[in-house]
C-alpha cells in the first residue's frame, strides 16, 4: 500500500522558482558568462522557467542548454527497459563559463556524477553549481545542491515525484510513502 502527501502545491512551486532565481542572481548579478544546463527531463523544464524568470528581473537573457545523461549513468546497461535518449544540445562554448545544473530531485548523487561526466565532454567550464528543487537526501556520493527549492527528509524506499504542467498536465511536488 502506498500513500501520498503533497509537498509542494503548484503556488509554492512558483514562489520556490522564484526564490531560486532571485538566489542565483544575488550569487551571480551579472549573468553574462552564466548558463543553466538543465538535465532532461523535467530539470529542462525547471531551467527554462528560471532563465524566463531571471530574464524578467534583468531584461537579460540567460544562456540555456539541455543534457540526457542516459549513457553516463552507472546503471543504465542493468535497466530492464530499454533506454530513452533525449535531447543533449550545449549551444555555447563552456570553456570557463558558470554552469548551473538544474535537476528536480537530489537523491543518491549519481545523476549528478553522470550529468558532470556529460559535461567535460563538451570542455572545462570555468566552475559547477547545482540547482535542484527538491533536495531528499540519502546521498551515497559526496555531492550537495547550491540551491534548494525544498529539502525534505524521506526514507530510502519513499518516492519524490516533481510534476510539471509541461509533460504532467499540472504542478506540484508529491511524496510517494511507500510502505515496507
Known amino acids: 500500500m502506498h500513500a501520498s502527501q503533497t509537498l509542494m502545491t503548484a503556488a509554492a512551486m512558483n514562489e520556490?522558482?522564484?526564490?531560486?532565481a532571485e538566489a542565483l542572481l544575488a550569487r551571480h548579478a551579472d549573468a553574462t558568462n552564466l548558463a543553466l544546463v538543465g538535465v532532461q527531463r523535467r530539470g529542462v523544464t525547471l531551467a527554462a522557467r528560471l532563465a524566463a524568470l531571471m530574464e524578467q528581473r534583468t531584461g537579460e537573457s540567460v544562456a540555456m542548454g539541455t543534457l540526457d545523461i542516459t549513457l553516463y549513468r552507472d546503471d543504465w546497461t542493468s535497466k530492464r527497459v530499454k533506454a530513452v535518449i533525449g535531447e543533449t544540445r550545449i549551444p555555447f562554448d563552456?570553456?570557463?563559463?558558470?554552469?548551473?545544473?538544474?535537476?528536480?530531485v537530489l537523491f543518491t548523487g549519481r545523476t549528478v556524477r553522470?550529468?558532470?561526466?556529460?559535461?567535460a565532454d563538451f570542455g572545462r567550464p570555468g566552475k559547477v553549481e547545482l540547482l535542484v528543487l527538491v533536495d531528499r537526501g540519502h546521498r551515497e556520493l559526496p555531492i550537495h545542491a547550491d540551491y534548494a527549492?525544498?529539502?525534505?527528509?524521506?526514507?530510502?524506499?519513499d518516492r519524490v515525484d516533481v510534476l510539471v504542467r509541461e509533460l504532467d498536465g499540472e504542478d506540484g511536488v508529491r511524496l510517494a510513502i511507500k510502505d515496507v
Open 16 to 20: 520556490a522558482l522564484d526564490a531560486l
Open 94 to 104: 563552456v570553456a570557463g563559463k558558470i554552469l548551473v545544473l538544474v535537476d528536480d
Open 114 to 119: 553522470a550529468a558532470l561526466e556529460a559535461l
Open 149 to 157: 527549492g525544498l529539502t525534505v527528509k524521506t526514507r530510502r524506499a
